[in-house]
């Protein structure tokens, strides 16, 4: 008679019993911590000093990716991406200024500009001696990433989207209240930025419902109003006295988050709203005039935010115009597609590294061949 154990292994090799993938858990990854140099912007600007925390992952292997967060995100919404790569790539996940453990210069509404975050990705490269990586950017990490490929060319050779489309600075600057009648849903921006010690407020009172009101995927939405509101970011879950756990996290992955938000709270977060930081940003690119990247670029937009129309934002903002080796791709699901779809997203940005490492072999046999 067969034992127990070769009977459920039998059945493994079946396919009647899956094997269950082990759980992931943020708390065991060691931080590196990267001193760096910031600008707080005031009456009188100063130099000062900030800590930049990141997880370091396989040094030893060739290729760097570097994974930027969004709003309100950690380094820790890879997750899934640090799983199906951490074997392959190097990989390094910081948690941006402001976020978690890393520390802010202070003046959040002028001290966190898009050219800041890039300084700080510099620091953070150099920090772990790195001279190159993909910047890999989701949300507000995306419009970091390409502003890093449009700085340092040199250091960033190639950029993945996830969200949020290429935003180029050749035209005339856009407010956010002019984007409304298009993007509705952006409306809580103007709250955040107009009344950030509000939003702060409101954001920090409970961080956990907080949370649990923005991570959210198509098939455990947030109600339709959501977002739609000047005055609160919050208030359209009002009636709803308990909201339901993030549906992608497990509760380890729920309480670690909340416990990275309670060391700051909210207030510098919001630095990606502030209209000073997207002027400064803005006025920036637009004085250099180097719209156009020339960097392979990956952007994969999902089909079901409630946020925006990604597709149609891209159409808008004339986003492939300035990207000569576009690759777009469509992905069903929410705001948090790569973790709400993480065995389709992975597949699709591994087909796509694997190609560009192709690309970076036949280029280097070419200039072999010329050699010869």
Not at 23 to 32: D, L, N, Q, R, V
Not at 47 to 64: E, F, G, H, M
Request: contains cysteine; charged residues 20%.
């Amino acid at each position: 008679m067969q034992s127990f154990g070769h009977w459920l292994l039998s059945l493994t090799f079946l396919g009647i019993v899956q094997a269950t993938a082990t759980p992931f858990k943020p708390s065991e990854y060691p931080k590196e911590t990267a001193h760096c140099k910031a600008i707080r912007r005031g009456e009188v600007d100063e130099i000062v000093d900030i800590q930049l925390k990141y997880v370091d992952i396989n040094p030893d292997a060739s290729t760097t990716l570097l994974m930027v967060h969004g709003w309100p995100s950690l380094w820790s919404t890879w997750s899934k991406q640090i799983e199906e790569f951490k074997e392959d790539y190097h990989l390094i996940v910081p948690d941006l200024r402001g976020f978690g453990e890393s520390t802010h210069p202070g003046e959040p509404q002028s001290s966190g500009t898009l050219g800041d975050m890039v300084s700080d990705l510099v620091c953070i490269l150099e920090h772990a001696k790195v001279t190159s990586a993909v910047c890999i950017g989701h949300d507000w990490g995306s419009p970091v990433c390409y502003e890093a490929a449009r700085l340092r060319p040199d250091i960033f050779t190639a950029v993945v989207g996830v969200v949020t489309p290429y935003i180029p600075s050749a035209g005339p600057f856009v407010p956010v209240e002019n984007l409304l009648p298009l993007f509705p849903a952006l409306t809580y921006q103007l709250f955040f930025d107009r009344q950030m010690d509000a939003a702060i407020a409101e954001l920090d009172k409970d961080i956990r419902r907080t949370v649990r009101a923005t991570l959210r995927t198509v098939a455990s939405a947030p109600p339709s109003h959501f977002l739609k509101n000047k005055d609160s970011f919050l208030a359209a879950w009002d009636e709803v006295e308990q909201i339901e756990p993030v549906p992608f996290f497990s509760p380890e992955e729920e309480d670690y988050f909340v416990e990275q938000y309670r060391i700051q709270g909210f207030k510098n977060t919001l630095q990606f709203y502030a209209h000073k930081n997207r002027y400064e940003g803005w006025n920036l690119a637009n004085s250099q005039g180097n719209h156009t990247l020339s960097q392979p670029v990956l952007a994969v937009y999902p089909t079901e935010d409630p946020v925006a129309n990604w597709v149609l934002a891209a159409k808008t903002l004339t986003s492939a115009e300035f990207l000569p080796n576009l690759t777009t791709e469509l992905l069903p699901g929410s705001h948090w597609v790569h973790i709400e779809y993480p065995q389709e997203f992975n597949t699709i940005l591994r087909k796509w590294l694997n190609g560009i490492k192709e690309a970076d072999v036949h280029k280097q046999e070419g200039h072999l061949d010329d050699e010869l």
